[in-house]
T-cell receptor, first 111, second 113 residues
Framework: QKEVEQNSGPLSVPEGAIASLNCTYS??????FFWYRQYSGKSPELIMF????GDKEDGRFTAQLNKASQYVSLLIRDSQPSDSATYLC???????????FGQGTRLTINP | ETGVTQTPRHLVMGMTNKKSLKCEQH?????MYWYKQSAKKPLELMFV???????ENNSVPSRFSPECPNSSHLFLHLHTLQPEDSALYLC????????????FGPGTRLTVL
């Protein structure tokens, strides 16, 4: 089982709709989770991190964490074409000695 | 300069060349990382330095040699590379270890001929 797993997509969502990105992780000891956005040819940039079970909202973005199910998701409300990018989920492993990234989900917002 | 900077941004080299990639972080962090990102592949962690000591080396070939002279600077020395080493090389930094939030530099796009 991969340590952090995401659907590679592509995920296509109409403009204005809600985009839902999902991630599962294998290390039950992981305490924090990160979502990064990466535009083509650019480096990853941090969108959000979440530590506690439940939801965390920041503008149009909501991160959801369910530690019992080892599942973390990112919702993007009112999707814009500028949200089109690859979204990377990451979690620390081995007692936080390293951050492991999923393979990323490519999201396309259609005008 | 702010954040994490990397130079050069683009590099083309032959298989017999020796070159170095440079990374500098201006965030006061105590850990730095090198990642490799090939086309359509996930980020691959290459090296981790925490408090200027190497704490992780993910079975990277010896033709890649890291150097961390202080907590703000990180180098990746390259020699006798192969065409399959062509990729985007990303540097990142964080505070309080690898489990913390990492901030990335813009990357160096490397092409090996």
């Amino acid at each position: 089982q991969k340590e952090v797993e995401q659907n590679s997509g592509p995920l296509s969502v109409p403009e204005g709709a809600i985009a839902s990105l999902n991630c599962t992780y294998s290390d039950r000891g992981s305490q924090s989770f990160f979502w990064y956005r990466q535009y083509s040819g650019k480096s990853p940039e941090l969108i959000m991190f979440i530590y506690s079970n439940g939801d965390k909202e920041d503008g149009r973005f909501t991160a959801q964490l369910n530690k019992a199910s080892q599942y973390v998701s990112l919702l993007i409300r009112d999707s814009q074409p500028s949200d089109s990018a690859t979204y990377l989920c990451a979690a620390p492993f081995q007692g936080a000695q390293k951050l492991v990234f999923g393979q990323g989900t490519r999201l396309t917002i259609n005008p | 300069e702010t954040g994490v900077t990397q130079t050069p941004r683009h590099l083309v080299m032959g298989m017999t060349n020796k070159k170095s990639l440079k990374c500098e972080q201006h965030l006061g962090h105590n850990a730095m990382y090198w990642y490799k990102q090939s086309a359509k592949k996930p980020l691959e962690l290459m090296f981790v330095y925490s408090l200027e000591e190497r704490v992780e080396n993910n079975s990277v070939p010896s033709r890649f040699s890291p150097e961390c002279p202080n907590s703000s600077h990180l180098f990746l020395h390259l020699h006798t590379l192969q065409p399959e080493d062509s990729a985007l090389y990303l540097c990142a930094s964080s505070q309080q270890g690898a489990g913390g939030t990492q901030y990335f530099g813009p990357g160096t796009r490397l092409t090996v001929l």
